[in-house]
T-cell receptor, first 114, second 111 residues
Framework: DVKVTQSSRYLVKRTGEKVFLECVQD?????MFWYRQDPGLGLRLIYF???????EKGDIPEGYSVSREKKERFSLILESASTNQTSMYLC?????????????FGSGTRLTVV | GESVGLHLPTLSVQEGDNSIINCAYS??????FIWYKQESGKGPQFIID?????DKRQGQRVTVLLNKTVKHLSLQIAATQPGDSAVYFC??????????FGPGTRLSVLP
């Protein structure tokens, strides 16, 4: 089974802090994605990456950046956390030529910014 | 398009009854659709998918119906069980790799 592991389940950070959310997948997938999930709004794509050192903006990249130095790891960075970034963050990965069953999510990181 | 609202629609059903969860999609170019189940504290899990050239697909206790005329997708769960309690949401995929997710529906199974 593909495993997508997010390093933290719950995080509490202060406004203005720099925050790193880590995601690691173990199936040699090319594609990795970061979403945030808010009630009533569904999953919204923040950033994605189709290869090492490549990144593309999703629908809501403002206030975020990403890093993909290794194929298995995709990091989401909040340069200066704000309260409106309190949310559930989900990482996903897939192989190229994605099939739905190969698109796998991590368990999520619930971030609270106070 | 973007969803609005800060609350999640909720569907409550009696254990043993059938559940029907609905989803409207927006892009007529979408050629692939998925239903996900997300239990509390977990990431979304794939349940069933359907391609746009089909109008019905059945799995174990689940059926997905696709009506392209009105851009509507539904998930039917037969004999709903307590373990089915979760948030369910649909995804439409177009151009092979662009995912758009619905806002989700919370299913509560009553004893």
């Amino acid at each position: 089974d593909v495993k997508v592991t997010q390093s933290s389940r719950y995080l509490v950070k202060r406004t203005g802090e720099k925050v790193f959310l880590e995601c690691v997948q173990d199936m040699d997938h090319e594609n990795m994605f970061w979403y945030r999930q808010d009630p009533g709004l569904g999953l919204r794509l923040i950033y994605f990456s189709y290869d090492v050192k490549m990144k593309e903006k999703g629908d809501i990249p403002e206030g975020y950046s990403v890093s993909r130095e290794k194929k298995e790891r995709f990091s989401l960075i909040l340069e200066s956390a704000s309260t409106n970034q309190t949310s559930m963050y989900l990482c996903a990965s897939s192989a190229s030529g994605v099939s739905a069953e190969g698109y796998t999510f991590g368990s999520g990181t619930r971030l609270t910014v106070v | 398009g973007e969803s609005v609202g800060l609350h999640l629609p909720t569907l409550s059903v009696q254990e043993g009854d059938n559940s029907i969860i609905n989803c409207a999609y927006s892009n007529s170019a979408s050629d692939y659709f998925i239903w996900y189940k997300q239990e509390s504290g977990k990431g979304p899990q794939f349940i069933i998918d359907i391609r746009s050239n089909m109008d019905k697909r059945q799995g174990q206790r689940v059926t997905v119906l696709l009506n392209k005329t009105v851009k509507h997708l539904s998930l039917q769960i037969a004999a709903t069980q307590p373990g089915d309690s979760a948030v369910y949401f649909c995804a439409e995929i177009f151009y092979g790799q662009n995912f758009v997710f619905g806002p989700g529906t919370r299913l509560s199974v009553l004893p």
